[in-house]
């Protein structure tokens, strides 16, 4: 058996095996699985040595660390190979969903958060939020449409939320390492805490269960359905547990929201995903 290393959202590493075509599917296969992107053909890969990556919008970014060749993977179409320094793939290199720095937020919200100087410029519906010295947490929604940060806007004080969202509110000193998200819950922005998450009305609407304090947490878009993701496994909410899964994420399809995951088949030779309704 060769192995893939996954790069997925969460920036951590799975291993898939890769058969000969003779394998059974996972059992996580679903029956109408959605391809995502053949690996063998004509795109010829080390795949020993690629990692995946999720953008907000559900695109890929594929890398080869054999040549440093980038392929973007978007609406079923591949397109690459491109080398770090092409324009086109500016802000997929920083494509790891929980990540804070500022070289990272400046380079992957490109017209969102921007440089001004020494500081720095939030910029949501042709209103500008700053000029801040210091961006310690930042958060967006789906729709590109809602922010929250947590930012030092003047030297000496305490750090603010400052947001576009209505009556939000985060009480920064009383609630320690937490940091805001928009990746639980489709298109909002929630605070996951260390045993809860919260909305940005102060409300509990998931408490995390002791030895799942650290995984990672997805919530429905009523508040009733629930799941846990760690390393290649996910428990939902109605006790079932999905194995040899990777990349979970939230997506919106017509009016329906899903949780949606990848898989490696080994009878397509390809990465494969599954949608639940969410």
């Excluded at 790069?7 to 075509?21: K, Q, R, T």
């Excluded at 919008?57 to 440093?68: I, K």
Aim: glycine share 8%; proline share 4%.
């Amino acid at each position: 058996m060769k192995k893939i290393i996954l790069l997925i959202g969460f920036a951590c590493f799975i291993s898939v095996d890769l058969a000969v075509g003779q394998d059974p599917e996972p059992a996580c296969a679903c029956t109408q699985p959605e391809l995502v992107i053949e690996l063998g053909g004509k795109l010829k890969l080390n795949y020993r040595e690629m990692n995946v990556c999720t953008m907000d919008d559900g695109s890929l970014l594929l890398m080869d660390r054999d040549n440093e060749d980038y392929y973007i993977v978007k609406g079923g179409v591949t397109q690459g190979p491109f080398k770090e320094e092409d324009p086109r793939i500016t802000g997929y290199e920083r494509c790891y969903l929980e990540s804070t720095s500022i070289d990272d937020l400046l380079g992957r919200y490109k017209g969102i958060v921007s440089k001004s100087g020494e500081k720095y410029l939030i910029t949501m519906g042709g209103k500008n939020y700053g000029p801040f010295i210091e961006i310690a947490d930042f958060a967006i929604t789906a729709s590109r449409n809602k922010f929250a940060a947590i930012a030092y806007d003047k030297d000496g004080e305490m750090p603010k939320l400052f947001t576009n969202i209505p009556n939000a509110t985060f009480d920064i000193v009383n609630t320690l390492n937490a940091f805001m998200s928009g990746n639980i819950k489709y298109d909002e922005i929630l605070i996951m805490t260390e045993d809860r998450v919260l909305n940005l009305q102060g409300k509990t609407v998931l408490n995390i269960k002791p030895d799942r304090i650290y995984y990672n947490v997805f919530l429905g878009s009523a508040d009733n359905k629930f799941a846990y993701y760690d390393a290649e496994n996910i428990e939902l909410s109605d006790k079932t547990t999905l194995t040899e899964i990777f990349n979970p994420h939230l997506l919106k399809s017509g009016s329906t929201v899903y949780l949606a995951y990848m898989y490696y088949s080994p009878k397509r030779k390809a990465i494969m995903q599954c949608k639940i309704p969410f």
